[in-house]
């Protein structure tokens, strides 16, 4: 069956630090992966859309940044942290071609301070 | 440009009463429209979607193109359908979703 690890699962930085949050997805090949940012009353923005390795489609201008190194693991980073990087940042994957169905992680509340 | 409405941020019914979780679109291209679940500390997941005209947990939602809604409807509400509630569009010929800012119902016994 299929899994999604995302990693880590709470982060407290000072601004200007950097940031890599990880997420990996196991037992399936080439996934769509995505990350999102739950934010409260703004519910969930779609930040990053990968369908391959190295294929990667920016959605919002912002700070931060994602790559795809391997087919089943996508990594948003960050070179300096701003407050406004504060939030609950979710990783998920869909088959290819899919049916609208994601699978999302457990999520990662990253707090800068 | 594309978007997913829920005008509720909180929706609270007591136990049996109907319930309808708002939710309007805007897209120019044909919609596929989903909700999505998320129970206390357990992750977001798929609830149903209307390309399947299902009915989970004894949810419905019908899909009206001429008022550009996709309302989450039940009969009776349960306590365990106290939940955050996310209605969601999928872009055209991507797997991209977009998704509304949520409700979150609360079902009181």
């Known amino acids: 069956s299929q899994t999604i690890h995302q990693w880590p699962a709470t982060l407290v930085q000072p601004v200007g630090s950097p940031l890599s949050l990880e997420c990996t997805v196991e037992g399936t090949s080439n996934p769509n992966l995505y990350w999102y940012r739950q934010a409260a009353g703004r519910g969930l923005q779609l930040l990053f859309y990968?369908?391959?390795?190295?294929?990667i489609s920016s959605e919002v201008p912002q700070n931060l940044s994602a790559s795809r190194p391997q087919d089943r693991q996508f990594i948003l980073s960050s070179k300096k942290l701003l407050l406004s990087d504060s939030g609950f940042y979710l990783c998920?994957?869909?088959?290819?071609?899919?049916?609208?169905?994601?699978?999302f992680g457990e999520g990662s509340r990253l707090t800068v301070l | 440009a594309q978007r997913v409405t829920q005008p509720e941020k909180l929706l609270s019914v007591f136990k049996g009463a109907p319930v309808e979780l708002k939710c309007n679109y805007s897209?120019?291209?044909?919609?596929?429209l989903f909700w999505y679940v998320q129970y206390s500390r357990q992750r977001l997941q798929l609830l149903l979607r209307?390309?399947s005209r299902e009915s989970i947990k004894g949810f419905t939602a019908d899909l009206n193109k001429g008022e550009t809604s996709f309302h989450l409807k039940k009969p009776f509400a349960q306590e365990e359908d106290s939940a955050m509630y996310y209605c969601?569009?999928?872009?055209?010929?991507?797997?991209?979703?977009?998704f509304g800012t949520g409700t979150r119902l609360q079902v009181f016994p």
């Open positions: 897209y120019s291209g044909s919609p596929e």
């Open positions: 998920a994957w869909s088959r290819s071609r899919g049916t609208g169905e994601l699978f």
């Open positions: 990968s369908v391959g390795i190295g294929q």
């Open positions: 969601a569009l999928i872009l055209g010929n991507t797997d991209k979703l977009i």
């Open positions: 209307h390309i």
